[in-house]
C-alpha cells in the first residue's frame, strides 16, 4: 500500500516537473463566462486568439467558466483561487461581484502574480486591488458615444427608452446619452415604461410611438436593451416618423444587424468584448515573458460604434464569432 | 308615473348587468385621457396605439376570464408567449421548415401546456394558482434551456414572408395592428361560446359550484381542460403574432401579461371567486386597461408615475364593481 502511495507521489512529481519544463511561457488563467453565452463565447475567441502568440512562446491560456451563473460572485472567486494554486503565471478575471471577489484578487496579489481586472469593475477595482490594469467598457461612456454619434447627424432632441427603470447600467447608459447629446448643444429626456410593459416589445413600440406623437421635435431615440430597440423601429414607423425619428442602441444581435442594414436604425454601441479578451491576455503575456508594459492605464475596448459604414465587415464578423 | 317607473326599471336592469361597472370606468377614464391628451389621442393615431395594446392582452384575457368565471386561475400564459415565439423562430427562422410548421409548432405548444395544466388541475388537488405558477417556471427553464441548447443565445430570430406578415404581422394604414381583427375574431367566438351555447352555461355552473355541476351531469373534467387549452392557445397565438410582426423571439418575454391579463378581466367585472362575468365585460376592461397604459403617454403625466395610476384604476375598478353589484342585488331585493 505504503509503496503504491510512493509510486503515485513520485509520478506526480515527474509530471509536474515535466510541464514544468515543457511550459516555459507564460501560463496564462483566463477566468470568464460560461462559453455557450453569446458575449462571453466572443470574450474567449480574443483571449484564444492572443493565446496563439503565447502558445507560439511556449507558453498557455486556460479558460475556466463557472458552470452556471446561479452564485456568480462565489463561484468566480473559487476559479481565482484555482488560478493560484495552479500556479498561474498571470491572471485575467472580471471583478463582477466586488464583495465576493475582492479577497480573492487580494490573494493573488499577495502570491506576487500579476492580474488584470477586466471586462467589469473599471479602473477603480484596477486600483483598489492593485492590478496591473483594467480592459474593458464603461457603461457611462456607451451612452455618451450613442449621443454624441445622433447630435453630431444634426438630431438634437433626444430621449433614452429606459425599459427598466431602476437597473443601474441602464440608469447608466441613459445618463451618457442625455450627457452626450447635451454636450453638442441638443437636449434630453428619459422615457421610463411602467411595470406592465416589462418583457413586452408591443407595449415598448407603442409607447414610443405615443411619446413621438406628443413630442414631435424629438428625433433622436436610444435604446437600453435589444428587443426594445425592434420595438422602437415599429413605434417610430407606426408614427410616421420613419426617416425623421434617429435611433441608436447598445449593444446588438442578428434583428439588429439587419435594421443597420436596412437603415431603419442609425448605429449599434458595442463594447467589443473579443478585444477584453485579446488585449488583456496579450498584455500578460508580454510582461511575464519579456518585461513589457502598456503605460496607458485604463484599456478601453468600447464604445465601438457600427452603423453603415462598418455593417459589413461587422456581419462577416458576427459570422466568424468575433463579435 | 309609468313612464318613471320603466326608466328606473330599465336603469335597475342595465346596473344589474356585469359589465355596467366596467363601462361607465371606461367612459370616465377615456373622457380623463382625452381631456389630458388632446386631438392627437382623440384621433386614429391615439386609437390606433391603445387597441394595438388591447388586442394583445386581450386575446389572452377572454380565455383567462372564461377560466376565472369557472373559478380557476391560468398564471402560465407569461411562459407560453415567449416559448411559442421561440418554437416558431427556432423552427421557421434557425431550422428555415415552412412558416406553417413554425406556426402549428407555436401553437402546439400553448395547447400541450394547456392539456398538462388542465389534466393536473383535475387530476390534483393543488390549486391551480400555485399548479400553474409551477408549470411556468417549468415552461421558462425549458424555453431557456432549448433556445441556449439550439441557437446558443438567448434570442432566435425570422424573417417571415410577405404574405404570413401581412397575415399575423402588419398594420393597416401604418397604424391599426391586424392583431386588433384577429382579437375581434376572438371576442365573436368566445362570445358565442361563453353565452351562447350549452357549453357556457356548464362554465358558469363550474364556477358557482363545482360539486353540484359535476352532480347536474357536466363534464367538468373535460370542460377544465379544454378551458386551459384555450388559454394556452390564445398566449401561444399572441406569441406567433409577435414574432412574426418583429422578427425576433426572446427569452426574456411575456411576463406582464400575466397580472395584465388578470387586471383585465377583474377591471370587466369577472368575480375572483368565479361564477359571474361576461365577455362584453372584460372587452371593456381591456380597452380601460390599454387606455390608461397609453393614456399616460399622450397626457404629459409623469411616466415615472405611470405605474401608481394603473395600480388605482385596478382598485378603483373592482371598488366600483362590488358597489354597482350590491346596488344591482338591493335593486332585487326591493323587488321582492
Redesign the interface.
Known amino acids: 500500500m505504503k509503496k503504491t502511495i510512493k509510486f503515485v507521489l513520485a509520478a506526480a512529481l515527474l509530471a509536474s516537473t515535466a510541464t514544468v519544463a515543457l511550459a516555459d511561457g507564460a501560463k496564462i488563467f483566463v477566468v470568464g463566462g460560461k462559453a455557450d453565452d453569446p458575449f462571453w463565447s466572443i470574450v474567449k475567441r480574443g483571449a484564444e486568439d492572443a493565446g496563439k502568440v503565447v502558445s507560439a512562446e511556449g507558453g498557455k491560456v486556460v479558460w475556466l467558466a463557472p458552470q452556471n451563473y446561479d452564485n456568480l460572485g462565489v463561484d468566480a472567486a473559487e476559479l481565482i483561487r484555482q488560478a493560484i494554486d495552479q500556479k498561474a503565471d498571470a491572471i485575467v478575471a472580471p471583478d463582477w461581484a466586488p464583495a465576493a471577489m475582492d479577497p480573492a484578487f487580494q490573494a493573488v496579489k499577495a502570491a506576487g502574480i500579476p492580474f488584470i481586472v477586466y471586462n467589469a469593475g473599471g479602473i477603480q477595482a484596477a486600483d483598489r486591488l492593485g492590478a496591473m490594469n483594467y480592459v474593458g467598457a464603461v457603461d457611462y461612456l456607451g451612452g455618451v458615444a450613442g449621443g454624441d454619434y445622433l447630435a453630431k447627424a444634426g438630431h438634437k432632441s433626444g430621449v433614452c427608452v429606459n425599459s427598466l427603470p431602476g437597473a443601474a447600467n441602464i440608469e447608466d447608459y441613459c445618463k451618457g446619452f442625455g450627457d452626450g447629446i447635451k454636450k453638442a448643444g441638443g437636449k434630453s429626456d428619459v422615457l421610463p415604461l411602467p411595470a406592465t410593459a416589462e418583457g413586452n416589445v408591443t407595449a415598448v413600440a407603442q409607447a414610443v410611438r405615443a411619446y413621438l406623437l406628443q413630442h414631435p421635435d424629438v428625433d433622436a431615440i436610444f435604446a437600453t436593451a435589444n428587443l426594445d430597440a425592434v420595438g422602437i423601429v415599429q413605434g417610430i414607423a407606426q408614427a410616421g416618423k420613419a426617416g425623421k425619428a434617429h435611433l441608436c442602441g447598445i449593444n446588438f444581435d442578428q434583428a439588429i444587424l439587419a435594421q443597420i442594414a436596412a437603415g431603419t436604425q442609425d448605429c449599434a454601441i458595442d463594447q467589443q468584448g473579443y478585444q477584453q479578451g485579446f488585449y488583456a491576455v496579450s498584455i500578460l503575456n508580454g510582461y511575464v515573458n519579456y518585461g513589457l508594459s502598456i503605460p496607458t492605464r485604463e484599456i478601453l475596448t468600447g464604445p465601438g460604434v457600427v452603423d453603415n459604414t462598418n455593417i459589413k465587415a461587422t456581419m462577416a464578423g458576427a459570422k466568424g464569432g468575433t463579435r | 308615473m309609468t313612464a318613471g317607473a320603466s326608466i328606473s326599471s330599465n336603469l335597475g336592469r342595465l346596473a344589474r348587468r356585469p359589465e355596467a361597472g366596467s363601462l361607465v370606468g371606461l367612459i370616465v377614464i377615456y373622457i380623463f385621457f382625452a381631456i389630458l391628451?388632446g386631438q392627437?389621442f382623440l384621433g386614429a393615431?391615439?386609437w390606433?396605439?391603445?387597441l394595438?395594446?388591447a388586442a394583445?392582452v386581450g386575446t389572452i384575457a377572454l380565455p383567462v376570464g372564461l377560466l376565472m368565471i369557472a373559478g380557476e386561475l391560468d398564471i402560465s400564459v407569461g411562459s407560453v408567449l415567449?416559448a411559442s415565439s421561440l418554437t416558431v423562430a427556432i423552427l421557421s427562422g434557425r431550422w428555415g421548415l415552412p412558416i406553417y410548421i413554425g406556426i402549428a409548432g407555436g401553437l402546439g405548444v400553448g395547447l400541450a401546456v394547456g392539456l398538462f395544466n388542465g389534466l393536473l388541475v383535475t387530476r390534483t388537488r393543488i390549486p391551480s394558482l400555485i399548479l400553474t405558477i409551477g408549470s411556468m417556471f417549468g415552461v421558462m427553464g425549458l424555453t431557456l434551456g432549448f433556445t441556449?441548447w439550439i441557437a446558443?443565445?438567448?434570442?432566435v430570430?425570422i424573417?417571415p414572408d410577405p404574405l404570413t406578415k401581412t397575415l399575423l404581422g402588419s398594420?393597416l394604414g401604418?397604424?391599426f395592428q391586424v392583431g386588433i381583427f384577429w382579437w375581434a375574431g376572438f371576442v365573436v367566438v368566445i362570445y358565442g361560446l361563453l353565452h351562447l351555447s350549452t357549453w357556457g352555461n356548464w362554465i358558469f355552473a363550474l364556477g358557482g359550484d363545482k360539486e353540484s355541476a359535476r352532480n347536474a351531469g357536466i363534464p367538468t373534467q373535460k370542460l377544465t381542460i379544454q378551458l386551459y387549452m384555450l388559454s394556452g392557445f390564445a398566449a401561444a397565438f399572441v406569441g406567433v403574432t409577435?414574432v412574426i410582426?418583429?422578427?425576433?423571439a426572446?427569452v426574456?418575454?411575456?411576463?406582464?401579461?400575466i397580472?395584465?391579463s388578470i387586471?383585465c378581466v377583474v377591471i370587466g367585472g369577472v368575480i375572483l371567486t368565479g361564477g359571474a362575468g361576461s365577455v362584453i365585460g372584460i372587452v371593456l376592461g381591456t380597452m380601460t386597461f390599454a387606455i390608461v397604459?397609453?393614456g399616460?403617454?399622450?397626457s404629459?403625466l409623469d411616466?415615472?408615475f405611470?405605474?401608481i395610476i394603473?395600480g388605482a384604476l385596478l382598485l378603483t375598478a373592482v371598488l366600483s364593481n362590488d358597489t354597482f353589484r350590491a346596488m344591482a342585488l338591493s335593486y332585487v331585493a326591493k323587488k321582492k
Open positions: 391628451g392627437v393615431p391615439g390606433s396605439s391603445w394595438n395594446m394583445e415567449p441556449i446558443g443565445s438567448t434570442g430570430f424573417v398594420a401604418g397604424m409577435q410582426t418583429f422578427g425576433s426572446q426574456a418575454a411575456g411576463s406582464s401579461f397580472f395584465n387586471m397604459n397609453q399616460i403617454f399622450f404629459g411616466p415615472n405611470g405605474s394603473i
